[in-house]
């Protein structure tokens, strides 16, 4: 089934991807495929099912690396910056994966209808994993690539294959952990609430004694759970969250190396462009015109 699967994905994403992209019209999904080994590269990842159907990539948030090859997908479950590179990939065999965004709210209908939910109060409360996706999984985005063509049939039957989806995640091995970090627990002191705030709040000054009052822990036992479900300190998913942002405002045009950092909470635009070359290689200004020239 992988290899029927890679073979469709490959199909329709040298027929109609842009720079290695493809969005299907029916909302959530994206199809990737690369054809050289690239650097690594920093974004801020979304909760998503990441499905490598073809090669082999690594994604790092803050000092955690994960490694997935074909048959494997990351498992994001909260909104993180972090680093990836994908280490199998070429001209004859390009990396390929499937992406299907998480909606949270779809995650809560399904894990609600459950007859044997996965438990909530478990204590690892990881943001990402990498999962082995078995036949059943592998059979949800098989149908969900069948109904590309099919606008019609596809406002009927794919928010219940969406819906598959979910429920295949949830009822895996890595179910608890994954319904934990998104829906959080009603008994326990939740930690995703600071990281959704941070998220929110990424341009303000925010003390770390805010965010654990959030969570409802101490600074210190706050500290430890952020870091262990982002892999990074407050400070440092503050500062790439930061960084990020303003890159992409400087490659939409909305704003140069100074506005954007001020548009992102800096103070200084000598620090912002220390800390920007430190995370990036690269002042603004040249690492957005590189950016820009490969773009076109």
């Not at 329709?12 to 959530?28: A, D, I, K, V």
């Not at 909606?103 to 894990?111: C, I, Q």
């Not at 990074?232 to 954007?260: D, F, H, I, V, W």
């Amino acid at each position: 089934m992988l290899a029927a699967l890679a073979e469709r994905v490959d199909q329709l994403t040298r027929e109609r991807s842009t720079n290695g992209l493809y969005s299907p019209p029916l909302g959530g999904m994206h199809l990737l495929r690369i054809e050289a080994r690239h650097h690594a590269s920093m974004t801020i990842h979304r909760p998503a099912l990441c499905l490598v159907l073809q090669g082999a990539k690594w994604t790092m948030f803050g000092g955690r690396r994960l490694d997935y090859h074909a048959g494997q997908a990351l498992v994001t479950s909260v909104e993180m910056p972090g680093s990836s590179q994908v280490v199998g990939a070429s001209l004859d065999s390009p990396y390929l994966a499937f992406i299907f965004e998480l909606d949270p709210e779809a995650v809560r209908a399904v894990l609600q209808g459950m007859d044997k939910p996965p438990e909530l109060e478990g204590r690892r409360r990881r943001g990402s994993r990498v999962i082995d996706c078995g036949p059943p999984l592998l059979a949800g985005v098989a149908r969900s690539l069948d109904l590309i063509d099919t606008p019609d049939a596809a406002a009927v039957l794919f928010p219940g294959i969406m819906r598959e989806i979910c429920y295949w995640l949830l009822s895996g091995p890595e179910g608890g952990e994954i319904a934990r970090v998104m829906l959080g627990s009603s008994h326990a002191p939740n930690v995703i609430h600071a990281v959704h705030a941070l998220r929110e709040r990424f341009a303000e000054t925010v003390r770390v004694e805010e965010l654990a009052d959030i969570a409802r822990l101490s600074p210190s036992a706050f500290h430890r759970q952020f870091k262990a479900v982002t892999g990074m300190t407050p400070l440092q998913y503050q500062k790439q969250t930061r960084l990020l942002e303003a890159r992409t405002l400087m490659l939409s045009g909305l704003a140069n190396a100074e506005s954007a950092a001020f548009r992102v909470g800096y103070e200084s635009a000598s620090q912002f462009s220390r800390e920007y070359a430190r995370m990036f290689g690269a002042p603004p200004r040249r690492d957005i015109e590189a950016l820009s020239k490969t773009a076109a």
